[in-house]
């Protein structure tokens, strides 16, 4: 079984993104990055900007994240 190849740019503090996994698309702005999980996998805390959304800032998983275009839309 081949693995997908991570095709996300590296995030950076003050990058937005929103969630790839969710049904609403919450957007929010990249933290800080905070290493790697058990798994392998990149993670960074996020600061969603939905005043409902808890835990606010999250630690997420990089690749469960799309990159927001100077636009507003997801690339």
Same mark, same amino acid.
Do not use: Y
């Given at each position: ?14 990058? &937005?993104?929103?969630? #790839? +996994?969710?049904?609403?698309? %919450? &957007?929010? %702005? ?9 798994? !392998?996998? /990149? #993670?960074? *805390?996020? !600061? *969603? /900007? +939905?005043? %409902? %959304?808890?835990?606010?800032? /999250?630690? =997420? !998983?990089?690749?469960?994240? =799309?990159?927001?275009? @100077? /636009? @507003?839309?997801?690339?």
């Amino acid at each position: 079984m081949f693995r997908r190849a991570d095709v996300l740019p590296r995030l950076k503090p003050g990058d &937005q993104v929103i969630r #790839r +996994h969710r049904l609403l698309k %919450t &957007q929010g %702005t990249v933290l800080r990055f905070d290493g790697v999980d058990a798994n !392998r996998a /990149s #993670r960074v *805390w996020v !600061r *969603w /900007s +939905h005043p %409902t %959304t808890l835990p606010n800032p /999250s630690l =997420e !998983r990089v690749d469960e994240l =799309e990159l927001v275009d @100077g /636009s @507003g839309l997801a690339d």
